[in-house]
């Protein structure tokens, strides 16, 4: 079908919803990833394995539709995202029932399972409307793409204002479920809708000659910059809300500072398409580069708030323009690989976040956390170390700080004292809760001893948390060399120049 006759703005309206879906969802789970901890006992490594179980999913989801996207085409592709989106919501909120009745490491894999299917239902929109944004829009793919992105800084404005409102007021269950609302606004437009054909199959393009553009040099750096970026921006993004309410000694303000950044994300990435034209993608993107690891840096030593929202300034303004810009230099350099190569660079993208990002930054928390509090306080490590260790990658495993018995250091006892009264008032024994059971029998020791624990159990999660930013800063510092390096490429073959199919 022709661009003529279908409705370009309503479609754009139609994706921009698909990515507010994924910014609401993904930031109140930002938000509620305390309240698992807490209420399941979870460490930051395994806190960090679940929200990377979703980058996983969004990542392979992405890399496997993409290969059918120009087959099967738009529309079938959203509609089933539609449901996945619907499916991940039960098996969510179904963890407390599974909890109570199964266990810890049952929980576990609600969540993390609960976080894939949500991730399934992102990965499927994602593999769509990259390339369905960037056949509506021929001419302008960056800064059309820029603009479809807005849609995630946008819905983790509102899913952190939600969390801010309703976090004290309503269970996490109930959180959650607010990403349904911009999941039933781009549903209703698409049922409505006509889809255009693929700017590559429209072209006559075969899937082979779509794939044989995985094999140029160019596109090859572009993956693995790619794998960086999806490292610093969605890896860090997943910890940033809790690290900073770390930081700060108080999560509401982490919420805020998330919130802030968001929008200056949401507003700048409107305006991409004239800074493009100045200075190129990638001179943009080396800038960001630069800016983002002197953000990152100056955050992890943050000892203040105004350091702090100066600090996330700088990486909030780096960080719009990293995803949506690399989806427009491949789309503008490879359009005959159409949704096969923007797919699979979205999806190494978020495979990094997930299986490198997520897990590495929180094993980065445990580590510095951990070491800092055997100097300081072995006794104190001791009582508030988590049964299991965790690892990551070639690292060696160690044993982070206890999520649950933290929090219940932090206010002294109350969350659990609650949730005792809340379990017994269902006329159940609390040695029928083997979890509750073990935290209160833990408790009713470590009490005795909050004056000596409490000063380095809070120092060592600050100190963790600053030293893991610092050294993730290192990544953005290695992209803006992979930049550099592709600027003077083009300036040597007389400039970047967008390819017409």
């Known amino acids: 079908m022709e661009i003529r006759k279908v409705n370009r703005n309503r479609l754009l309206w139609a994706s921009f919803f698909t990515i507010v879906t994924g910014g609401v969802g993904f930031a109140v789970r930002g938000a509620i990833l305390v309240d698992w901890g807490n209420q399941f006992g979870f460490t930051m490594t395994e806190l960090g394995s679940i929200t990377g179980g979703g980058f996983v999913g969004f990542g392979v989801i992405i890399i496997l539709f993409s290969l059918v996207v120009d087959k099967v085409g738009y529309k079938p592709l959203l509609v089933l995202a539609f449901i996945m989106h619907f499916l991940s919501l039960v098996v969510t909120v179904a963890t407390v029932y599974v909890f109570e009745t199964m266990g810890r490491e049952a929980a576990y894999w609600c969540l993390y399972w609960g976080t894939f299917l949500f991730a399934v239902g992102n990965g499927i929109c994602e593999s769509v409307v990259n390339p369905l944004v960037a056949t509506l829009f021929p001419k302008n793919k960056t800064h059309y793409l820029n603009i479809l992105h807005a849609g995630w800084p946008g819905g983790m404005i509102v899913g952190g204002l939600l969390a801010i409102a309703f976090h004290s007021?309503?269970?996490?269950?109930?959180?959650?479920?607010?990403?349904?609302?911009?999941?039933l606004i781009y549903g209703f437009i698409i049922l409505k809708e006509k889809f255009p054909i693929?700017?590559?199959?429209?072209?006559?393009?075969?899937?082979?000659?779509?794939?044989?553009?995985?094999?140029?040099?160019?596109?090859?750096s572009l993956l693995i910059l790619m794998m960086l970026v999806g490292y610093v921006e969605l890896g860090t993004d997943s910890w940033i809300q809790n690290i900073t309410g770390n930081i700060l000694e108080n999560p509401t303000k982490g919420v805020l500072l998330f919130i802030y950044t968001s929008a200056l994300m949401f507003v700048l990435r409107f305006f991409a398409g004239p800074i493009v034209h100045r200075i190129s993608p990638l001179g943009l993107l080396f800038v960001c580069s630069i800016l983002g690891a002197i953000g990152l840096y100056i955050l992890g030593n943050s000892t203040s708030g105004l350091v702090m929202v100066f600090a996330v300034t700088i990486y909030g303004i780096a960080k719009t323009f990293f995803w949506?810009?690399?989806?427009g230099v491949v789309g503008e350099r490879f359009p005959r690989g159409g949704a096969v190569t923007m797919g699979i660079v979205g999806g190494v993208g978020m495979l990094s976040a997930g299986l490198l990002g997520g897990p590495g930054i929180g094993y980065?928390?445990?580590?510095?956390?951990?070491?800092?509090?055997?100097?300081?306080?072995?006794?104190?490590?001791?009582?508030?170390?988590?049964?299991?260790?965790?690892?990551?990658l070639f690292f060696s495993p160690i044993k982070g700080l206890d999520g649950s018995k933290v929090a219940i250091l932090r206010d002294n006892g109350e969350q659990l004292k609650a949730d005792i009264e809340r379990w017994e008032s269902t006329g159940k024994r609390l040695s029928d809760n083997a979890n509750l059971s073990n935290l209160k029998n833990w408790w009713d020791n470590a009490q005795t001893k909050v004056n000596i624990d409490k000063v380095p159990v809070e120092q060592a999660g600050f100190y963790g948390a600053g030293r893991a930013l610092v050294i993730t800063a290192l990544i953005p510092l290695t992209m803006a060399l992979g930049y550099l390096i592709l600027i003077l490429y083009f300036k040597k073959r007389g400039g970047y120049k967008q390819v017409e199919i």
């Open 324 to 327: 949506p810009t690399m989806l």
């Open 169 to 183: 007021l309503v269970s996490w269950e109930i959180l959650m479920s607010f990403f349904l609302i911009p999941v």
């Open 364 to 392: 980065k928390q445990d580590y510095f956390a951990s070491n800092k509090i055997k100097v300081e306080s072995t006794e104190s490590y001791d009582r508030y170390k988590a049964e299991q260790e965790n690892g990551f």
């Open 198 to 220: 693929s700017e590559a199959r429209a072209a006559g393009v075969g899937f082979s000659e779509m794939f044989r553009q995985l094999a140029s040099p160019l596109l090859i």
